[in-house]
DNA sequence: CCCGCAGTTGACTGACCAGTCAATCCGGGA
DNA sequence: TCCCGGATTGACTGGTCAGTCAACTGCGGG
């Protein structure tokens, strides 16, 4: 798998771990080809000896790490454990894939998936699949009767994975507080929010008591 | 308010209207100022006559239909109508928006709204103001009691106007199925999904009588 | 009738940058 | 030792556009 040569398979690391800063600081577009070699301690043309294009290596750094989100829910999804309890651990997922590599996270968020005209397209089938493995999570949820069955299992799936995207965003561009406890804080919230809901049934018992 | 030639305030009502319909075809980035004065019918040189900049044309367009959106939360959040009808309002609001001009909505979602990095960043505050909006909606209907203290009014905002956004993303990619029904079905699906929450809360009931 | 100016035109410039390529380096096998 | 081929280098090219500007038009006031 991995070539003979260290060498060879170094420098081409090198070379995405550079990508992931240089995108992360400027953006795909102001970013040149030259600030990822000069970022990498590379010679300009030895990026094009690795990689055919500019966008290939962001398509490989979008690619790498999708499919391993994507196995995880996929393996999630397969557990015999309640669907909330599968949400919350796909939500845990996201934001702790940001926890830890928060430059690269932001590249994937930002340049592929909140970028449609360039990017977001050439995935749309990708991004697709895990919406519709969230979508499985939720009808089963209401196939064994754990969740009601008003709302359709995929806008449940757009609602749950547009909450994550939204609140990472909000971390991206400092809109929001980071930090562990935030980080886990807001595990918590999104699944509260999306499966317990907003409304308090005690008070709507109340009132329609009361009429 | 209106210059007293007809012609001067026209062409640049031309221009604006013809950059959305070339920045929805390409994209802002790949979109060239002539594609714009091309399709507004108008000489190249005449666009920086109205506009400073290709980018003050999309910061125009952005902010005149934002700030419509603003007022209209902002006059939803005064209502005395039930938390959960506000939310609903909003949500109809920016649905209908999409609705009836799709390219100029698809315009600010993906231009604006989802592209960090070059506009994002310019118009932070102004989109802010919209989560501290809805956040005060949700704050208040906790003090009235209709929603539950679990969750706070800032990630509901978030997850809110995110499940708004990743459903017209879906739209705006053609992931999801348009038309007059699926958009009123959507409007309630939101507020269902956010306000009622996916739990079916007699099967919780059940469960926790069980134990 | 002429002047001035806002409105209008489109060719041109200057900068930028992705991608090419010919040259060089270097390790390992014969 | 010599040769081969992958790794590496960076100057250079070609094409693309945003933005400039000098020239033209036509109307309204003097």
């Known amino acids: 798998m991995v070539p003979p040569r260290a060498s060879g398979g170094d420098k081409r690391r090198m070379i995405l771990d550079a990508a992931v800063v240089a995108f992360a600081r400027r953006g795909f577009h102001a970013c040149r080809v030259s600030d990822i070699a000069d970022e990498a301690n590379v010679a300009y043309g030895l990026v094009y000896h690795y990689f055919r294009s500019k966008d290939e290596i962001l398509d490989t750094l979008f690619l790498d790490r ?5 196995a995880f829910i996929a393996q999630t999804a397969a557990e015999r454990t309640p669907p909330r309890d599968k949400l919350h651990a796909i939500a845990a997922a996201i934001i702790d894939f940001y926890r830890y590599d928060p430059a690269l996270m932001k590249v994937i968020i930002v340049e592929v998936m909140r970028s449609a005209n360039t990017f977001g397209l050439r995935h749309t089938d990708k991004i697709a699949e895990a919406y519709v493995l969230i979508g499985e999570i939720v009808a089963s949820g209401q196939a064994t009767g754990s969740f009601k069955r008003e709302v359709s299992p995929r806008f449940a799936a757009l609602a749950f994975y547009g909450a994550i995207e939204q609140v990472l965003t909000g971390w991206i561009f400092g809109m929001l507080p980071e930090g562990d406890e935030e980080f ?19 008070y709507r018992a109340a009132s329609v008591r009361s009429v």
């Open 184 to 202: 886990d804080r807001a595990k918590s919230a999104i699944v509260e929010t999306i499966c317990g809901g907003l409304d308090d049934m005690s």
């Open 66 to 70: 999708w499919n391993v989100l994507l």
